[in-house]
């Protein structure tokens, strides 16, 4: 047996949505799932146990933050990621590759690699594809992802093409460079930016590289929301079906249903607990900021449909009040909720397609959410 392996349940008959499960050396996950960021091996507000206890069944580590503070080599030393931060279910981390390719002017990108200037203290930096994996080795994760070049929206088709050509060439020095193939596995990375010919060159560059898993990147940043569909709706269909889908950086309720029902199995974002800090949260209802004066009285909880730890304790009034003294514990609660709202939704999301009335569900989520006026 691979060291992840995918295990296809079913498939939904009017949709592309599956129900699947990965089997990891640190427990089965059930998919579709949304997975919590927890970019400096800490989900932000967080204790493992309350993770779990909302259902998270994976969650994220960032290997750009990690290597910066504390470093990879201390958390080796601390017995990998998982002891670190005393989480024993799977972890994925990214390779870095998307936060060092955001840093704009402060990074210069060659064929060996990356060189940028910390965001922290200015110092400089070099990461190449096999530093990433020397890193997220030093880290212990179950899921490592191969180094690529994320095309910035819009871009040319000559920029995207050179990149994507490049990301091919970084994926093959990633596996290469992997030095422990039985206890973590790394996925591919499916480039292209926004042209059909050049995902579908990546899509068959990648997968003949045969990886135990594949991401679609590159979406989801900042691309018109029917744009990023019709992508996935040509490139998903090209990634072999005994392997786990990722999508990588989605977050939003109507985002997540619609890359599950075009073959999605994993999404991750930081949306709903960086919203929740500034005292947003997402309801069966559609979206309330909490800290608004006309939450001063009102007794009722952030969303009278959920069993949250938050929403069976707190009221509103309470939480606004949090927040407008900026007490820990606004964010604290928001977090809770936001999270558990998600991951209660990718739930729903699985019994929906085991039941065959997933699109039913969508409508009936989106007429409540408030997408459907």
């Not at 994925?92 to 060189?115: C, Y």
């Not at 096999?130 to 880290?139: F, P, R, T, V, Y």
């Not at 709706?233 to 309720?253: A, F």
């Not at 606004?330 to 209660?344: D, Q, V």
Request: glycine share 8%.
């Amino acid at each position: 047996m691979a060291v992840v392996e995918y295990e296809l349940i079913k498939e939904c008959k009017d949709t592309k949505a599956r129900l699947g499960k990965l089997h990891t050396p640190h427990g089965t996950i059930e998919t579709p799932i949304f997975m919590p960021v927890g970019t400096r091996a800490t989900v932000k507000a967080m204790t493992p146990e309350e993770l779990k206890d909302i259902g998270s069944q994976i969650i994220l580590g960032n290997t750009y933050h990690l290597y910066l503070k504390p470093g990879h080599d201390l958390i080796e030393e601390a017995g990998g990621l998982h002891k670190f931060m005393n989480w024993d279910k799977p972890i994925l981390t990214d390779s870095g590759g998307f936060q060092v390719f955001s840093l704009g002017d402060l990074r210069k990108i060659s064929e060996k690699g990356v060189e940028f200037r910390s965001h922290i203290d200015g110092s400089k930096h070099f990461i190449s594809p096999e530093k990433s994996i020397e890193i997220q080795n030093a880290l212990g994760s179950d899921i490592m992802m191969a180094f690529d070049e994320c095309a910035p929206y819009p871009a040319d088709w000559d920029y995207v093409k050179k990149s994507l050509e490049r990301t091919t060439r970084w994926a093959k020095r990633c596996k290469d460079a992997h030095k422990n193939p039985d206890t973590q596995a790394i996925f591919g990375i499916v480039q292209g930016g926004m042209y059909r010919d050049l995902r579908e060159q990546s899509a068959k560059e990648i997968i003949d590289l045969d990886f135990p898993g594949y991401a679609v990147g590159g979406l989801s940043v900042g691309e018109p929301a029917d744009l990023m569909n019709e992508v996935l709706d040509y490139t998903v269909p090209l990634l072999p079906k005994d392997k786990p889908r990722y999508l990588m950086g989605v977050g939003s309720p109507d985002y997540l249903f619609e890359s599950v029902i075009r073959g999605i199995d994993m999404a991750d974002c930081v949306l709903p607990t960086r919203i929740a800090r500034n005292g947003t949260v997402l309801t069966s209802h559609g979206k309330l900021v909490v800290k608004n004066a006309k939450y001063k009285r009102d007794f009722t909880p952030l969303d009278p449909e959920c069993d949250c730890y938050t929403c069976q304790n707190y009221s509103r009034a309470y939480i606004r009040h949090l927040f407008n003294v900026n007490e820990i514990l606004g964010a604290r609660l928001a977090t809770i909720h936001n999270l558990y709202f998600l991951l209660k939704l990718m739930e729903n999301i699985r019994t929906a397609i085991k039941e065959d009335r997933l699109l039913e569900y969508k409508e009936e989520f989106y007429k409540k959410y408030g997408y459907i006026k």
